[in-house]
């Protein structure tokens, strides 16, 4: 029962935003309303915004799932503005390829011929500037995505981009 968490929980230390007793660290993020459009009141949005803040003390990558239309992805964005975070929202379909996500040698405008320079995708901007990142229908996405996401995603938090020669934690 929420109300019975929030009643029994203890005051949250400076830094920290949370419900009952499960807390993230504030982020910089300032958000207008500051998440205030989502009520986390409702009983159902306050069961489901402390499950998922109490999956996040494990410091490893959530997976909701439910029906779609339920709010899964409102209630990530609710918490990040909440919160204090920046989120990156990923829409995935089976026509992403991980380097959509991570990035790519681009042509440099305005330069000669063959001037290449690399250009990051928004998965490693996130993970460079420390962001939330929801990558939404990640059931959508190809075998060969999801395998390239499998080092950020699992124990080993990192992403290695060969073109770079180096390795970005999560």
Avoid: Y
Wanted: aromatic residues 6%; glycine residues 12%; proline residues 7%.
């Amino acid at each position: 029962d929420v109300a019975a968490l929030r009643a029994t929980a203890p005051p949250l230390p400076p830094g920290r935003w949370g419900i009952g007793c499960f807390s993230v660290p504030v982020g910089t993020h300032a958000t207008e309303g500051g998440g205030a459009a989502f009520d986390f009141g409702a009983p159902t949005s306050a069961r489901n915004a402390a499950r998922t803040l109490r999956a996040l003390q494990l410091r490893r990558a959530v997976l909701l799932e439910g029906s779609p239309g339920v709010g899964k992805t409102a209630l990530v964005a609710a918490l990040a503005a909440a919160s204090g975070h920046k989120l990156v929202r990923v829409n995935l379909s089976e026509q992403t390829d991980i380097m959509d996500l991570l990035g790519a040698d681009l042509p440099v405008p305005g330069s000669g011929p063959g001037a290449f320079a690399w250009c990051d995708g928004p998965l490693l901007r996130a993970l460079k500037a420390g962001e939330w990142v929801l990558l939404d229908e990640l059931n959508l996405a190809s075998q060969s995505v999801l395998e390239g996401l499998n080092a950020v995603l699992d124990h080993r938090e990192e992403v290695f981009i060969p073109e770079l020669g180096a390795t970005f934690k999560a």
